[in-house]
């Protein structure tokens, strides 16, 4: 459940490491207040295998160059075996910057985490720290997360938005 969200969040990583960044703009004399923000979307149906409850993230909202806290609670409604995977899209406006698929247990491996296979049903609260790179364009990236248990049932559905946009008018607020 918790290797999802940090599946998805290492991809749109990812992308942002290898997107472009903008062209330089002109600096306004005035401070800039950032548009920054992010949220997401539990697409899921009661009947998917990991039901999210929440997720959280310090700082909040995320920041370029910082290290970032993610908090994720959720159940496993059923036991999550060797096979389970996750395709995840990440996208810049209609530009697709990613698509792959992760075998989510094997991510876990890599990765060390505090959940590895099988999960077994229950509750959980799972905490990470990943650094996230000065590099990040100023943009918005949309990010869907598709995830599947190893006898291909559907196991969670969830579409994140991350913007690090900063705000052209600094006076007026969105």
Same mark, same amino acid.
């Given at each position: 459940?918790?290797?999802?969200?940090?599946?998805?969040?290492?991809?749109?990583?990812?992308?942002?490491?290898?997107?472009?960044?903008?062209?330089?703009?002109?600096?306004?004399?005035?401070?800039?207040?950032?548009?920054?923000?992010?949220?997401?979307?539990?697409?899921?149906?009661?009947?998917?295998?990991?039901?999210?409850?929440?997720?959280?993230?310090?700082?909040?909202?995320?920041?370029?160059?910082?290290?970032?806290?993610? %908090? #994720? +609670?959720? !159940?496993?409604?059923?036991?999550? =075996?060797?096979?389970?995977?996750?395709?995840? /899209?990440?996208?810049? $406006?209609?530009?697709?910057?990613?698509?792959?698929?992760?075998?989510?247990?094997?991510?876990?491996?890599?990765?060390?985490?505090?959940?590895?296979?099988?999960?077994?049903?229950?509750?959980? %609260? #799972? +905490?990470? !720290?990943?650094?996230?790179?000065? =590099?990040?364009?100023?943009?918005?990236?949309? /990010?869907?997360?598709? $995830?599947?248990?190893?006898?291909?049932?559907?196991?969670?559905?969830?579409?994140?938005?991350?913007?690090?946009?900063?705000?052209?008018?600094?006076?007026?607020?969105?």
């Amino acid at each position: 459940m918790v290797r999802l969200f940090f599946v998805s969040l290492l991809a749109v990583l990812a992308g942002l490491t290898s997107a472009n960044s903008l062209p330089e703009q002109e600096v306004m004399a005035q401070p800039v207040h950032i548009m920054e923000s992010w949220s997401y979307s539990d697409c899921g149906l009661p009947s998917h295998a990991i039901q999210l409850k929440s997720i959280s993230v310090s700082p909040d909202p995320p920041k370029p160059g910082q290290d970032l806290t993610v %908090t #994720v +609670v959720g !159940t496993a409604q059923e036991r999550i =075996e060797e096979g389970a995977y996750a395709e995840v /899209v990440v996208k810049l $406006g209609l530009i697709k910057l990613l698509s792959k698929t992760f075998d989510i247990c094997e991510e876990a491996r890599g990765a060390n985490t505090t959940i590895q296979c099988p999960v077994e049903e229950g509750d959980y %609260t #799972v +905490v990470q !720290t990943v650094a996230l790179p000065k =590099e990040i364009p100023q943009a918005k990236f949309k /990010v869907s997360v598709r $995830g599947y248990t190893a006898d291909e049932d559907d196991m969670l559905c969830l579409d994140l938005e991350v913007n690090f946009m900063k705000n052209p008018f600094p006076r007026l607020l969105w």
